[in-house]
């Protein structure tokens, strides 16, 4: 699938939450949406979701309207996972893993055989396989964003939206949930995560997205993600180096005198 | 494939089928229960040849409505509780606790009064249902769509407080100290002296209330993770919402507008029941039915067998039982908090 967002214009109040942005994501495509807080990240991924009116603009599935296409099917197509997940009940890891089938089920029906499949390979990619009996709140917080992230791929969409999956995570599990995302992204669906870790938005994804004050102001390979850039973006000045011929990107201090969006 | 899982989905069905022939056997026992001994099956046998003896009429025109109504009222009570805990996300949401059954018990008592009640044998339900959806709609108006606890709670007094208050005034302001006295005690909720009437005529109320609600499993269980999340995955919450409100308003509104109010059920089932479906509130919604029917006919078997004349009332009773819990719910989400 083909998502394809055309001058989105969000505005809360007086604030312009996205003042016009233009993105495409298509499928086998893994993009990192980074940018500074209140950037509008999230507010663009609930954009990419249909779950977010707008002021102008509008978001295409395939070249069809949300409307056009119907809960259902989009449900079915597009999965995704909210910035720090929440769970109002204290739910078993397997059931609430198993929600994510939500959109698959049939009116008076139990889970098919392909929902049990579903649940059990989210269950294991997500490394969560061993907590499946455990309920939500025995869990510690970056156990429970693995299990979100597994709710998530559970839906088995062919567009992955994951706002912040690693914000949670210990370094190990980062690289892990990096390396699953990007896995998902090459068996076909396409992906976009949220992140604010340089390195894993450099090493890990095909293509950036840079926001900054509801803009896009850098769209392409890692290689766009420029000291002028990073400056633009974060006011940060960066170290950047390569190990074992993999690119890294370290925040080091704020930049001295402030630099314009370009 | 996970066999947890799979054992987890088994063990709902037994569960359900177990609470469902619990309520079945509860219905048989308030019928074979009372101040008089009777023989039900001798009863039955003369109902079904037509014969007007003693123990048929004290079966038709006394037992029967009883307990028929005490298991559709405890039904819609207890699946009304869990469904509206499952749309507020709160475990303390119950029909009486946040003022739905006060507003049903207004429209209804506004019906009385007005004596619409004699104009039209379905004002009764219509209004304690109409009386329902408007305390239903003020509630949702006050707690917004995430109630926290304390929200909830005082938005529940508020609407109690306001819907007793114009009860009250219906009480003042009343003509005939007698009808007064009437009302006063339909409010404390009963099932004594209904009839198979009144019966028919709420029951199809409840029933359509029950079906709207228990369409909503699917739609509460996905509500766990968040409105975003919930309409990620293709349901649309305005409409989910809407069906919740007339649901409860149709389930509760009927039920109270024959028994008065009856408070607690749904907030004190759904809970115990709860930990039994996995917290799960699609699947809490049938079993909080069945429990409520049982929780209800029990309690009203109970002030039968009880010594205390004249009888208890049942919404006493079960006020007497509830508050408390209520009480010590309260107590432990605030150290949970």
Redesign the interface.
């Known amino acids: 699938m083909r998502i394809e967002a055309t001058n989105a214009i969000v505005r809360f109040g007086e604030q312009n939450a996205l003042a016009g942005v233009d993105c495409a994501i298509g499928p086998g495509e893994m993009v990192a949406l980074i940018g500074p807080n209140g950037a509008g990240k999230t507010t663009l991924m ?1 954009v990419l ?3 977010q009116p707008l002021q102008a603009g509008e978001t295409r599935y395939d070249g069809r309207g949300a409307r056009d296409l119907g ?2 099917e ?3 197509r ?3 996972l ?1 910035q720090g ?8 890891v ?3 893993v ?3 089938r ?2 698959h ?1 049939r009116a008076f029906s ?2 098919s ?1 392909a929902d ?2 579903a ?2 390979a989210a ?1 294991a990619a997500a490394d969560v396989a061993h907590l ?2 455990r ?1 939500l709140r025995a869990l510690s917080g970056g156990e429970r964003a693995r299990v ?1 992230l597994a ?1 998530a791929l559970a ?1 088995e969409a062919e567009m992955l939206l994951a706002d912040e999956p690693v914000a949670a995570l210990d370094p190990l599990h980062q690289l892990g949930a990096m390396a699953l995302l990007r896995s998902v992204a090459r068996n076909g669906a396409g992906v976009v995560a949220v992140l604010h870790d340089l390195t894993l938005a450099v090493r890990f994804c095909d293509r950036l997205i840079v926001l900054a004050g509801g803009r896009v102001i850098a769209d392409g390979p890692p290689s766009v993600l420029t000291d002028a850039v990073v400056a633009a973006a974060y006011g940060v000045d960066a170290l950047r180096g390569e190990h074992r011929g993999e690119p890294f990107i370290v925040p080091w201090a704020a930049t001295l005198t402030p630099t314009p969006l370009p | ?2 066999a ?3 054992r ?2 088994r063990a709902y069905w037994p569960l359900a089928a177990a609470l469902g022939g619990l309520t079945l056997a509860a219905t048989f026992a308030s019928l074979a229960i009372g101040y008089v001994h009777l023989d039900v099956f001798a009863a039955l046998n003369d109902v079904a040849h037509g014969r007007a003896s003693l123990p048929a009429l004290v079966l038709v025109e006394l037992r029967l409505p009883r307990a028929a109504l005490g298991c559709a009222v405890g039904f819609s009570l207890g699946l009304t509780g869990a469904a509206m805990q499952g749309l507020l ?1 709160n475990p303390l949401a119950d029909p009486g606790v946040v003022g739905v059954s006060g507003g049903a018990a207004l429209g209804a008592v506004v019906v009385f009064y007005s004596g619409l009640a004699g104009a039209f044998s379905l004002a009764l339900p219509l209004g304690g249902a109409a009386g329902a959806v408007v305390a239903a709609l003020a509630l949702y108006a006050l707690v917004g769509r995430v109630a926290g606890t304390m929200t909830l709670i005082l938005a529940g007094v508020t609407i109690n407080t306001f819907a007793g208050a114009l009860t009250a005034l219906a009480l003042n302001l009343s003509p005939n100290p007698y009808a007064a006295f009437e009302i006063m005690f339909w409010l404390m909720g009963s099932l004594v002296d209904r009839s198979l009437p009144q019966l028919w005529l709420a029951l199809p109320l409840m029933l359509a209330g029950w079906a709207l609600l228990m369409s909503s499993a ?1 739609a509460l ?6 409105e ?2 919930a ?6 919450l305005k409409r989910l919402r809407l069906t919740l409100v007339a649901g409860s308003a149709l389930a509760v509104g009927g039920a109270v507008a024959v028994t008065g109010a009856i408070g607690f059920v749904g907030l004190v089932v759904p809970h115990l029941l ?1 930990p039994l479906v ?4 699609g699947r809490l919604l049938l079993v909080s039915g069945f429990g409520g029917a049982i929780a209800l006919l029990a309690a009203d078997i109970a002030v039968r067998l009880l010594p205390i004349h004249p009888e208890l009332k049942l919404g006493v009773v079960t006020a007497l039982i509830g508050a408390p819990f209520l009480f010590g719910l309260i107590d432990r989400l605030r150290r949970e908090a």
Not at chain 1, 85 to 91: D, F, Y
Not at chain 2, 221 to 226: E, Q, V
Not at chain 2, 278 to 281: S, W
């Open positions: 609930r979701a249909g779950l809960r259902g989009l449900a079915r597009v999965a995704f909210a997940g929440e769970a109002h009940w204290p739910l078993r397997d059931h609430l198993g929600l994510g939500l959109p089920r139990g889970p055989a049990h499949a649940i059990e269950l499946r009996a309920t979100l709710r839906v | 494939m996970s947890a899982l799979i987890a989905e996300r699917p269980d996905a509500l766990t993770l968040g975003d999340t309409t990620s995955l293709g349901f649309d709860r996995g917290h799960r509130p």
